[in-house]
């Protein structure tokens, strides 16, 4: 069967991937002249098999009443007269409750630890490099209140197959030495062995490039106006070129990997995703003393923000903003990601050189993104990564190729969405 991927980030092309593996004739059709130019650009590089926490937790109404008006909060939020904005907010506060974000962290550790054994598979079958560290992430606690929240974390993981354990303040050096450069007051951290970090970007685009040699199809500079469909069948799509000539592509099954963008698209469908843009920065620094810079992914806990090694470079994400489709790359944003390297990690990037970039993380209230069978007979979905696209992709995409190719999918505990029988 022909399937038309719908989107080339970082799921889309791992989609394809999987698809061709499994024995389908693939298509992509992407916007942007290349894979991975929108959110899967400049993300903060954590492959974070052991943070499946989502962000709807009980305590992130106060948090956000707290960020209420401080232009450097790591969560922001401008309210508009969208009703998706709002309907979005009023999910978010439902997947809060403490047994709602149980059971979804409990859904995106399953998915993230079998996420990792694919990751770890395809890179041994395809010898792809993408600047990865396989050198874990350390999660820095300042204050022994965040320590604290921490304990019991070791032995959810270990539930699902996923090591961890706390650390002391001195241990925290021992596993990232280039810490001890600045007089930090650690109360003490968290270490995954097996988390990784690396590069979306050059993963998705070398990715492409197998999926090209295997034989799927790039439709770039192609945009998708609209879905056609007939009753519950999606009969082709309408697009228009780089010149702006429109055009119809069809095939037997689309697979909707749109990231933010799915939601709008979808919506003339009478298909309603609950899927909206969460706004976040990076700054990628350019290494001056690469001796000194740290090669284990850090995340700094009370700042909420996280940093990995990519090549001769530094990169620091973080912040949450749910501000629309607003991509524009606001200054005094990643100023605070801009210090948070300065004041770490004293004379080792070079800030003044940097490369900012904004991105929308396509997030579900509960961070659980939707994978499996939409509505109709012929529309399959892969979206709604959130924070966690990168680590999530490897995994969504295999179990999506199950599927859709009428076997059971590969993690129990994830909440696919499956054909009716
Ligand atoms: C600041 C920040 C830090 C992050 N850090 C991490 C991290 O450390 N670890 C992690 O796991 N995740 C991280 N993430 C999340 C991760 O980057 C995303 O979840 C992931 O990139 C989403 O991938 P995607 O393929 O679904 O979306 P995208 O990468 O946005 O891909 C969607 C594609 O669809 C195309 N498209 C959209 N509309 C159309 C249309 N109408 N026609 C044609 N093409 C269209 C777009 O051009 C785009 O290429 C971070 C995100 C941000 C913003």
């Known amino acids: ?26 298509s992509v059709v992407e916007r942007r002249p290349a894979a991975g130019l929108e959110t899967t650009f400049a993300n903060g ?20 009443l707290r960020a209420l008006g401080r232009a450097d909060a790591p969560l922001r939020w401008r309210l508009s007269r969208d009703p998706a904005q709002w309907r979005w907010l009023l999910a978010f506060l439902r997947e809060c409750l403490p047994q709602r974000h149980r059971r979804n962290a409990h859904a995106i550790a399953s998915l993230a630890a079998y996420s990792g054994q694919c990751l770890h598979a395809l890179r041994d079958e395809t010898g792809i490099a993408y600047e990865q560290q396989l050198r874990g992430i350390l999660h820095l606690f300042r ?119 799915g939601a709008p698209l979808l919506a003339p469908l009478g298909l309603r995703l609950p899927v909206y843009p969460l706004k976040g920065y990076s700054v990628t620094a350019p290494l001056i003393d690469a001796e000194a810079a740290p090669v284990v992914s850090l995340t700094d806990e009370s700042r909420r923000i996280v940093c990995s090694r990519l090549g001769s470079a530094l990169r620091v994400a973080g912040t949450a903003e749910l501000n629309g489709f607003d991509t524009s790359v606001a200054p005094e944003r990643c100023a605070p990601l801009s210090r948070w390297l300065a004041d770490m990690f004293p004379g080792v990037a070079d800030t003044t050189h940097a490369q900012l970039w904004a991105g929308l993380r396509p997030a579900t209230p509960g961070n659980v993104p939707l994978i499996g069978k939409g509505r109709g007979v012929n529309l399959w979905l892969n979206t709604g990564h959130g924070s966690l696209g990168w680590t999530l992709a490897c995994g969504s995409a295999s179990s999506l190729a199950a599927l859709m190719s009428g076997r059971a999918p590969p993690v129990s505990g994830f909440p696919f969405l499956r054909p009716p029988r």
């Open 143 to 261: 204050t022994g209140r965040e320590q604290a929240r921490a304990h019991g974390k070791a032995e959810f993981l270990a539930a699902h197959g996923i090591r961890g354990r706390l650390c002391s303040a001195d241990e925290c050096l021992a596993i990232e030495p280039a810490l001890a450069r600045h007089r930090l007051q650690l109360a003490g951290g968290f270490y995954a062995p097996d988390d990784e970090s690396g590069n979306a970007l050059l993963f998705t685009q070398a990715l492409a490039e197998r999926c090209r040699a295997a034989g799927v199809r790039f439709y770039h500079d192609t945009t998708i106006r609209r879905l056609i469909a007939d009753g519950g069948l999606i009969e082709g799509i309408e697009v228009a070129d780089g010149t702006g000539r429109a055009g119809r592509l069809a095939a037997g099954a689309y697979v909707v990997c749109l990231g933010s963008h």
């Open 1 to 26: 069967m022909h399937v038309m991927v719908l989107g080339a980030g970082v799921t889309g092309v791992t989609t394809a991937w999987y698809l061709v593996n499994a024995g389908f004739d693939v």
């Open 45 to 64: 590089g954590q492959i974070s098999i052991s943070h499946p926490e989502p962000w709807s937790s009980p305590s992130a109404p106060l948090e956000a």
